[in-house]
């Protein structure tokens, strides 16, 4: 029998990584509930070890090797570095300061409830062992699953945004200052959770040479035709995650900080879409699929789904507590603080991300992130269902002004 080369093996592995999300979207018809990017994250855990590896242990043995998953990997990191920076350049924050009031207030509220619910329900996961890493101090735990419940996935709300027709509307808007705000925070406490005093001087030298770094390209990207500005934008997304990784902050945090420091009037938007688009589409697949061969159900399977129970009613819970509290301050309409809500309790991609960086920083454990990706997973499909219909009820949200 002719045995497979290593590049026919990761061949083999892609056409999987492609074809079985693929399928079971267009042919089970789950857009309305579950978007093909979450179909794919689904299938990245069910391709996993947890599920296919345990069932059909030759056939993980046999397609993901350790060469083929080091490709895989390697293709990923790069991947959603591209979409990190993405996210980071349409960040609207002159928008967000210039209504820093309404926009301070219900983006603090959306994010410091949740975050407080889920510290919570952390603390009541840390009772029993299994749950933090071996480099996890209790605080850098409870902080980080406790933000990961904060978090909303600003790339996929845009999505979902267009998917509801709302994206360009002044509700859209809203909602996406709201989100951005929360972005640059959750990257703020994800270095909070990473500084090494073993490193600080490495790392305090990072900031520094960052901001230096950041005045120079500003003015270079000013200056240059756009064409030019997106293959500079690439060297400057490389150097910014090779600088940050190196100075223990983790390659993520310079990514998403090299997009937040360009206007996203350097590109043409619709460029910019087709870009994050083709980054979903190509690209992404793959690290949903390596995000899955992480996942570990070694405490019992029941302990972790109870785990992800207890973290999506934080999650949710405090999310909507947190935004209906905004809405009485500033005085919205009734049921607008619901609708928004549902809207930034989403988490997919962002959240995955957060947590992968703890699990590799080994803060949480396998069975955590598992925890926490189900969650994630379980927290996205709720959207399009519980906000679609409360849209066409109250199209009035949609009239009122930003």
């Given at each position: 029998?002719?045995?497979?080369?290593?590049?026919?093996?990761?061949?083999?592995?892609?056409?999987?990584?492609?074809?079985?999300?693929?399928?079971?979207?267009?042919?089970?018809?789950?857009?309305?509930?579950?978007?093909?990017?979450?179909?794919?994250i689904i299938g990245g855990i069910l391709l996993g070890p947890g599920v296919l590896g345990a069932l059909f242990p030759a056939y993980y043995a046999t397609v993901f090797t350790p060469v083929t998953v080091q490709s895989l990997t390697g293709l990923a990191t790069w991947a959603v570095m591209m979409f990190v920076w993405v996210a980071?350049?349409?960040?609207?924050?002159?928008?967000?300061?210039?209504?820093?009031?309404?926009?301070?207030?219900?983006?603090?509220?959306?994010?410091?409830?949740?975050?407080?619910?889920?510290?919570?329900?952390?603390?009541?996961?840390?009772?029993?062992?299994?749950?933090?890493?071996?480099?996890?101090?209790?605080?850098?735990?409870?902080?980080?699953?406790?933000?990961?419940?904060?978090?909303?996935?600003?790339?996929?709300?845009?999505?979902?945004?267009?998917?509801?027709?709302?994206?360009?509307?002044?509700?859209?808007?809203?909602?996406?200052?709201?989100?951005?705000?929360?972005?640059?925070?959750?990257?703020?406490?994800?270095?909070?959770?990473?500084?090494?005093?073993?490193?600080?001087?490495?790392q305090a030298g990072f900031l520094v040479g960052f901001a230096f770094a950041t005045v120079a390209v500003r003015r270079l990207m000013a200056k240059i035709a756009e064409d030019d500005r997106w293959y500079i934008s690439l060297i400057w997304l490389a150097a910014c995650?090779?600088?940050?990784?190196?100075?223990?902050?983790?390659?993520?945090?310079?990514?998403?900080?090299?997009?937040?420091?360009?206007?996203?009037?350097?590109?043409?938007?619709?460029?910019?879409?087709?870009?994050?688009?083709?980054?979903?589409?190509?690209?992404?697949?793959?690290?949903?699929?390596?995000?899955?061969?992480?996942?570990?159900?070694?405490?019992?399977?029941?302990?972790?789904?109870?785990?992800?129970?207890?973290?999506?009613?934080?999650?949710?819970?405090?999310?909507?507590?947190?935004?209906?509290?905004?809405?009485?301050?500033?005085?919205?309409?009734?049921?607008?603080?619901?609708?928004?809500?549902?809207?930034?309790?989403?988490?997919?991609?962002?959240?995955?991300?957060?947590?992968?960086?703890?699990?590799?920083?080994?803060?949480?454990?396998?069975?955590?992130?598992?925890?926490?990706?189900?969650?994630?997973?379980?927290?996205?499909?709720?959207?399009?269902?519980?906000?679609?219909?409360?849209?066409?009820?109250?199209?009035?949200?949609?009239?009122?002004?930003?």
């Amino acid at each position: 029998m002719h045995a497979m080369s290593p590049m026919e093996v990761f061949l083999l592995a892609l056409l999987i990584i492609f074809t079985v999300p693929y399928l079971v979207w267009r042919l089970a018809r789950t857009d309305h509930w579950a978007p093909l990017v979450v179909v794919q994250i689904i299938g990245g855990i069910l391709l996993g070890p947890g599920v296919l590896g345990a069932l059909f242990p030759a056939y993980y043995a046999t397609v993901f090797t350790p060469v083929t998953v080091q490709s895989l990997t390697g293709l990923a990191t790069w991947a959603v570095m591209m979409f990190v920076w993405v996210a980071g350049i349409e960040l609207d924050l002159t928008e967000a300061w210039r209504r820093r009031g309404e926009t301070g207030t219900a983006a603090g509220l959306a994010l410091i409830v949740p975050l407080v619910t889920g510290s919570l329900a952390a603390m009541l996961l840390l009772r029993t062992p299994g749950w933090a890493g071996p480099n996890g101090a209790t605080w850098q735990v409870v902080l980080g699953i406790g933000m990961a419940c904060a978090v909303t996935a600003l790339p996929i709300l845009v999505l979902f945004l267009e998917k509801l027709e709302v994206l360009r509307s002044a509700f859209g808007q809203r909602i996406l200052r709201y989100a951005s705000l929360d972005d640059v925070m959750i990257w703020g406490v994800l270095a909070l959770i990473l500084l090494d005093w073993d490193r600080v001087g490495r790392q305090a030298g990072f900031l520094v040479g960052f901001a230096f770094a950041t005045v120079a390209v500003r003015r270079l990207m000013a200056k240059i035709a756009e064409d030019d500005r997106w293959y500079i934008s690439l060297i400057w997304l490389a150097a910014c995650g090779f600088a940050a990784d190196w100075a223990g902050l983790h390659f993520m945090v310079g990514a998403f900080l090299s997009g937040a420091v360009l206007d996203a009037r350097w590109y043409d938007q619709e460029r910019l879409d087709r870009f994050r688009g083709f980054v979903l589409l190509a690209m992404m697949p793959v690290f949903f699929l390596s995000t899955g061969l992480k996942t570990q159900w070694s405490v019992g399977g029941t302990a972790v789904f109870g785990a992800a129970a207890l973290l999506l009613a934080a999650s949710v819970g405090g999310k909507l507590a947190g935004v209906g509290l905004a809405g009485r301050i500033l005085k919205w309409r009734p049921g607008e603080a619901m609708t928004i809500g549902w809207l930034l309790q989403t988490k997919a991609l962002i959240m995955i991300i957060f947590v992968n960086i703890l699990l590799d920083k080994k803060i949480i454990t396998n069975e955590t992130f598992t925890a926490l990706l189900l969650m994630a997973v379980m927290s996205t499909m709720l959207t399009i269902p519980v906000v679609k219909p409360r849209l066409t009820r109250d199209r009035a949200l949609l009239d009122r002004r930003s």
